[in-house]
């Protein structure tokens, strides 16, 4: 038994699908689960959609016949025949966003936003299982916000682990007996039957929750890349290709922000040891990596970037030092605006952390200002680099002033921004 996990990338049109279907027949007809996630960019189109609906814009229903048109358009391209059910079952899917849009928005807008968003993946899997049927894969569709259970933390839900598990094991395992199984990633339901989803890009997350619970051989995530590279090509004209992982330098990678895997990802496949392959599903006969409970070190230096970073740097007014009375005070800040740091340096008169720039920093910055003097900066870079050497760090800092740097026995991560030409 094996789960594969297909992103928007790979089916983000119809040679995507007709793609996903060969790699899907050239591993057998049964014992695999596919997660699917929306398609192509859809995710984005439908948080533009919700965005728009929550602030009362009429631009929200030009918006929906759009994502809709292009849904239709994938649909008559691969089915011939105009009868075929998958036609009503798409249009069905889609009302239950029209009821919504006929009513002013007055919910919470993060549960708004988990049942528009999480349509993408309702409609992208009954299409792709639509499509395997048609194509003589005997295909089972199945509704993932029946067996991910969640609490109501909308937009990041959070997974009761007993009720999942006992709802998957109950059903799927018999499924898989008799062919392919189709969910969807990201979604979730809560107790009240309500849709919840995992965070963005979660859809990693859900194939890790179906493989362990169903306690499969292995679990494969098919990317665009040949598997996990040491550098993101975004940043670097050479990269090198990581044949093997440890579960270990997995979770540290993608606590840093490597973007190849969800981070909450890996900790479920490796409470069961299930392996995790990241393979290419442009050349599928590729290798790719495998992620494993191996004892083994990066063979080379990786590199993270992330950037539109803030380092803000917080002082007692009083000039008293930063004690665990303080911290406890500034993390408990944090965790109210729901802002991640991403690096953090201490001294005795300051802290200073670098965190993502968005909508949350200002209600964070007002929030800190009452207590403590605060300075920032915005426009920054913060990278990360496993197992690092000096010239790693000069490679990385070239025309750049550091603003701040940590270093750690295996891990070194510096906030910088482009230096001012004079």
Same mark, same amino acid.
């Given at each position: 038994?094996?789960?594969?996990?297909?992103?928007?990338?790979?089916?983000?049109?119809?040679?995507?699908?007709?793609?996903?279907?060969?790699?899907?027949?050239?591993?057998?007809?049964?014992?695999?689960?596919?997660?699917?996630?929306?398609?192509?960019?859809?995710?984005?189109?439908?948080?533009?959609?919700?965005?728009?609906?929550?602030?009362?814009?009429?631009?929200?229903?030009?918006?929906?016949?759009?994502?809709?048109?292009?849904?239709?358009?994938?649909?008559?391209?691969?089915?011939?025949?105009?009868?075929?059910?998958?036609?009503?079952?798409?249009?069905?899917?889609?009302?239950?966003?029209?009821?919504?849009?006929?009513?002013?928005?007055?919910?919470?807008?993060?549960?708004?936003?988990?049942?528009?968003?999480?349509?993408?993946?309702?409609?992208?899997?009954?299409?792709?299982?639509?499509?395997?049927?048609?194509?003589?894969?005997?295909?089972?569709?199945?509704?993932?916000?029946?067996?991910?259970?969640?609490?109501?933390?909308?937009?990041?839900?959070?997974?009761?682990?007993?009720?999942?598990?006992?709802?998957?094991?109950?059903?799927?395992?018999?499924?898989?007996?008799?062919?392919?199984?189709?969910?969807?990633?990201?979604?979730?339901?809560?107790?009240?039957?309500?849709?919840?989803?995992?965070?963005?890009?979660?859809? &990693? $997350? #859900?194939?890790? @929750?179906?493989?362990?619970?169903? !306690?499969?051989? +292995? *679990?494969?995530?098919?990317?665009? %890349?040949?598997?996990?590279?040491?550098?993101?090509?975004?940043?670097?004209?050479?990269?090198?290709?990581?044949?093997?992982?440890?579960?270990?330098?997995?979770?540290?990678?993608?606590?840093?922000?490597?973007?190849?895997?969800?981070?909450?990802?890996?900790?479920?496949?490796?409470?069961?040891?299930?392996?995790?392959?990241?393979?290419?599903?442009?050349?599928?006969?590729?290798?790719?990596?495998?992620?494993?409970?191996?004892?083994?070190?990066?063979?080379?230096?990786?590199?993270?970037?992330?950037?539109?970073?803030?380092?803000?740097?917080?002082?007692?007014? &009083? $000039? #008293?030092?930063? @004690?665990?009375?303080?911290?406890? !005070?500034?993390? +408990? *800040?944090?965790?109210?605006?729901? %802002?991640?740091?991403?690096?953090?340096?201490?001294?005795?008169?300051?802290?200073?952390?670098?965190?993502?720039?968005?909508?949350?920093?200002?209600?964070?910055?007002?929030?800190?200002?009452?207590?403590?003097?605060?300075?920032?900066?915005?426009?920054?870079?913060?990278?990360?680099?496993?197992?690092?050497?000096?010239?790693?760090?000069?490679?990385?800092?070239?025309?750049?002033?550091?603003?701040?740097?940590?270093?750690?026995?295996?891990?070194?991560?510096?906030?910088?921004?482009?230096?001012?030409?004079?």
């Amino acid at each position: 038994m094996q789960v594969f996990k297909f992103g928007g990338a790979s089916v983000k049109d119809i040679e995507g699908i007709k793609n996903l279907t060969k790699i899907v027949q050239s591993h057998g007809t049964n014992q695999i689960l596919i997660v699917i996630s929306a398609m192509g960019k859809m995710t984005n189109r439908l948080e533009d959609l919700t965005k728009a609906y929550v602030k009362g814009d009429e631009n929200c229903h030009a918006i929906f016949e759009e994502i809709k048109a292009f849904h239709f358009d994938v649909l008559n391209a691969l089915f011939e025949d105009h009868q075929n059910p998958i036609f009503n079952e798409v249009a069905n899917t889609f009302v239950e966003i029209e009821w919504l849009l006929e009513e002013e928005a007055s919910d919470p807008a993060d549960y708004l936003y988990d049942q528009i968003v999480s349509i993408g993946e309702m409609v992208s899997t009954k299409i792709v299982a639509a499509y395997l049927n048609q194509v003589g894969v005997f295909t089972i569709w199945v509704d993932a916000r029946n067996y991910i259970q969640t609490d109501n933390n909308y937009k990041d839900a959070n997974v009761n682990w007993e009720k999942t598990e006992h709802e998957i094991q109950k059903h799927l395992p018999s499924f898989l007996d008799k062919g392919i199984v189709v969910t969807q990633g990201f979604v979730g339901g809560t107790s009240e039957n309500f849709t919840s989803t995992l965070g963005r890009e979660g859809s &990693d $997350y #859900s194939a890790a @929750i179906f493989s362990a619970c169903l !306690n499969v051989e +292995s *679990l494969t995530i098919w990317k665009d %890349v040949p598997g996990v590279l040491n550098a993101d090509p975004k940043w670097f004209d050479e990269t090198e290709k990581i044949d093997q992982l440890s579960y270990h330098d997995a979770i540290e990678l993608t606590y840093y922000g490597a973007t190849v895997i969800h981070p909450k990802t890996i900790k479920p496949l490796q409470n069961k040891g299930i392996p995790l392959f990241v393979r290419s599903f442009i050349t599928p006969e590729g290798e790719g990596t495998k992620i494993s409970n191996v004892n083994i070190p990066l063979p080379i230096p990786s590199f993270i970037f992330k950037v539109n970073q803030v380092l803000i740097s917080i002082f007692p007014r &009083d $000039y #008293s030092f930063i @004690i665990e009375k303080n911290l406890s !005070n500034i993390f +408990s *800040l944090f965790h109210k605006n729901k %802002v991640k740091v991403n690096t953090m340096l201490n001294s005795a008169l300051s802290f200073s952390v670098s965190v993502d720039d968005s909508d949350k920093i200002d209600a964070l910055l007002k929030d800190l200002s009452e207590t403590y003097k605060v300075k920032y900066n915005k426009g920054l870079e913060l990278v990360t680099i496993r197992y690092y050497n000096q010239n790693t760090i000069d490679r990385v800092i070239i025309d750049k002033t550091v603003l701040l740097e940590v270093k750690s026995r295996h891990t070194c991560q510096i906030v910088m921004r482009d230096k001012v030409s004079s």
